[in-house]
């Protein structure tokens, strides 16, 4: 038999096997509930309960787990054994149908933003049918929400979850419109491709900062770095190949599309991407691949790094979130078609995404901002913090075309000849991928290149899903009422292009002249998270989540606050390590270096030589030792500062302002003494070490 079909989705509890454990109008009532968004029969949960416990033993497992997505930004369980005492002392096992729609973990001890106190502990959690249940590690996985005993959001999936009803409820009305009277449902799918770092896991656990923080807080950048590109898209090294295979089998188990893996642009970087699913699922499985890479690696004396900037001077990663609508009835809702200026039905849907790209384009950048994406972003390796739109060459003339009220001619697709007889003529495509651009259209799709590859990808996709869905809302408010809705429609059209065209941009994104030019058109640079936090409370946003029933206004304030809080404290632990760091290892071994090249001098003084040579040496390390130590006390002194403001929004600024320059001036320092100082004095593994040494 095929592995990959042997093992896929053998830990899962799918649609195949509930069509085969369940009773026949169970089965029909539950699957309603998770393709239509029927609501849920509560009167079918034993029965799926018990059928599920009874899978998950005859698969190995021993215990359950409510699987939820707190705001920490991994994943969350507890673990409860499916065993229960009899009346005459022995064991059974069991799992009713309140434990399999409701747990209660301890919601006072998650990041709540101040929605909840220390003592108010209460929290529940509740089934998510929509996402089916998994088996890991001998324990069935249960997906769930996350709410308080008030019931405040306190986690990311419950949000994402009511975008995408509200952005089903807006697409309905348009495709109404259209006369897609067979469309009854509609979902937005996701493909989030996967950037990574493997580097050996014994050198890894040399390194604090990697330990500590997933970034090397100081390093000095190695002779080669990416500058030859011979590792992009370059032969996997057999312990890589190894891993990635390790990798694939066990995320097809989870039934997670595991589909394309390759050398990324940094040495030992790499990328994985699935094949696209509703965004729900689509979430849940991006959580489990990041979990799984870093639980593989271990496996190959591996360490995985998901931190998007793990070194200075090469590439860092991101999680390219493709993003697209599709009906019920297989259509693509963002399928341009041979001749995109008369696909109206196209249009409206295109033009609402650049309407909702251009007027929620702060909403959007807030929710990739992290003290590690902060530290990607603007580099010659991903977007900068300007949102902007690519559409590509063709569809940037179909709508200049309806701007100016013009005719278009489609354009045939051209051939490429390669100029190789027995080479086939290659179809070229309507538009080039702009790998510099933070949002591209690519054929039937938007791709959201700005998240960060550690990230969970609940947030943009809420903010995308519910921003567009505002869009769509304004759109058939207007086209309901029309009397003549072609017209209407085209009018419609002209307008939204001409008021939203400033988001567009179809050139090279890293240069100067775009971001003065950004400027001019009003487009906003937010470059620091510090920066972009703060607008999740901006009138505008509240009125958004509020309207589509995302978030109420204290859980939007207590979001910002959690951000702000994880921001701060990530930067402090930044801090602190890289002052041990300094103090504890690389100072003490420099000075120790410098008093032995001292001796040596000495002997070769001593007998007549000349030890000109190691006197500069020692000159140069130790006004670098002692350079660096003053650096240090700076950033010591800028670390007590900050702790002593009061607002998480003030010791954002402060660390963006004044610790961050401390920072990169110790670093700055301390490179150059590595570069400075004997090999075998160094107290770290190197960056050579950690790129080219798997």
């Keep these: 038999m095929n592995k990959i079909l042997e093992v896929f989705g053998s830990k899962v509890f799918n649609d195949a096997v509930m069509r085969e454990r369940l009773p026949k109008e169970i089965y029909k009532s539950l699957r309603k509930t998770i393709s239509e968004g029927k609501d849920l029969d509560m009167t079918m949960a034993n029965v799926v309960a018990h059928a599920m416990k009874e899978w998950a033993i005859e ?81 069935l996985c249960i997906p769930t929400v996350f709410c308080s005993y008030g019931g405040e959001v306190l986690d990311k999936k419950t949000p994402l979850l009511r975008s995408m009803e509200a952005l089903n409820k807006q697409v309905l009305r348009i495709t109404k419109l259209f ?37 090397t807080l100081l390093g000095a950048s190695a002779p080669k770095g990416q500058e030859m590109g011979d590792h992009y898209f370059g032969t996997i090294k057999p312990r890589v190949a190894a891993f990635m295979r390790d990798l694939d089998e066990e995320l097809w188990k989870l039934g997670i599309y595991a589909k394309t893996e390759h050398n990324e642009g940094a040495p030992a970087q790499h990328e994985l991407a699935p094949l696209f699913e509703d965004a729900n699922t689509a979430t849940d499985h991006n959580q489990l691949t990041m979990e799984m890479m870093k639980k593989v690696a271990k496996r190959h004396g591996l360490a995985c790094l998901l931190h998007e900037k793990p070194f200075y001077g090469v590439n860092g990663s991101g999680k390219h979130n493709n993003w697209s609508i599709s009906t019920n009835t297989g259509v693509n ?80 697709k051209s051939k490429m000849d390669i100029g190789v007889k027995a080479l086939p003529n290659l179809t070229r495509d309507g538009t080039d991928r702009n790998r510099t651009s933070p949002f ?117 304030y207590s979001r910002c606050e959690i951000e702000y809080d994880n921001y701060c404290k990530t930067k402090r632990i930044e801090a602190l390590i890289m002052v041990e760091m300094t103090k504890k290892q690389i100072i003490p071994a420099v000075s120790a270096a410098v008093a032995d090249m001292a001796k040596s001098a000495e002997v070769i003084k001593s007998v007549g030589g000349t030890n000109a040579v190691e006197v500069e040496i020692i000159k140069n390390m130790s006004a670098l030792n002692v350079a660096l130590y003053k650096k240090v006390e700076m950033l010591e002194k800028a670390i007590a500062k900050c702790d002593k403001l009061e607002s998480n929004a003030d010791k954002a600024a402060y660390y963006r302002d004044c610790v961050n320059p401390a920072m990169e001036e110790v670093r700055k320092v301390s490179d150059e003494l590595e570069k400075n100082s004997p090999e075998e004095c160094w107290p770290i593994p190197t960056y050579a070490e950690l790129l080219f040494n798997v």
């Excluded at 022995?90 to 209660?104: D, P, V, Y």
């Excluded at 996701?190 to 990697?210: C, I, S, W």
Aim: hydrophobic residues 40%.
């Design 440 to 556: 591209a259209f690519t054929g039937n799709k938007f791709e959201f290149r700005m998240p960060g590859s550690s990230l969970s990808i609940a947030d943009p996709n809420t903010a995308l899903n519910t921003s567009v869905a505002e869009a769509l809302c304004q759109f058939a408010d207007r086209l309901e009422k029309a009397e003549d809705f072609e017209k209407e429609v085209r009018i419609l059209l002209k307008e939204t292009v001409a008021k939203h065209k400033r988001i567009l941009f179809n050139g090279n994104n890293y240069s100067d002249e775009w971001v003065k030019e950004a400027e001019r058109r009003g487009l906003l640079n937010l470059k620091s998270a510090a920066d972009a936090i703060g607008k999740y409370v901006a009138e505008k946003n509240i009125a958004l989540f509020e309207k589509h029933n995302i978030f109420k206004e204290s859980e939007i």
């Design 59 to 139: 698969n190995g497992a021993t215990h359950y787990t409510h699987w939820f997505q707190p705001m920490t930004g991994i994943t969350a369980e507890k673990h409860d054994s499916f065993i229960v005492s009899t009346d005459i002392g022995g064991a059974a096992t069991s799992f009713t149908w309140r434990q399999l729609i409701k747990g209660e973990p301890d919601a006072s001890s998650f990041p709540s933003g101040g929605l909840r106190a220390t003592f108010e502990a209460r929290g529940y959690t509740a089934w998510d049918p929509t996402s089916y249940a998994f088996i890991k590690d001998d324990t």
């Design 333 to 412: 809702l963002f399928e341009p078609g041979n001749d995109p200026y008369n696909n109206i039905r196209f249009l409206v849907f295109f033009t609402a995404v650049i309407k909702a790209v251009d007027e929620y384009q702060d909403l959007l950048r807030l929710t990739t901002a992290s003290a590690g994406n902060e530290c990607r972003l603007g580099g010659h390796e991903a977007p900068p913090a300007i949102i902007s739109m690519c559409l590509g060459d063709d569809l940037y003339e179909v709508l200049e075309a309806i701007e100016k009220g013009e005719n278009y001619d489609a354009k045939e």
């Design 179 to 215: 006369g897609m009277d067979d469309v009854v449902r509609t979902v937005p799918t996701v493909g989030a491709e996967q950037e990574y770092f493997l580097v050996d896991e014994k050198l890894f656990e040399k390194r604090k900062d990697l330990m500590f923080t997933g970034r």
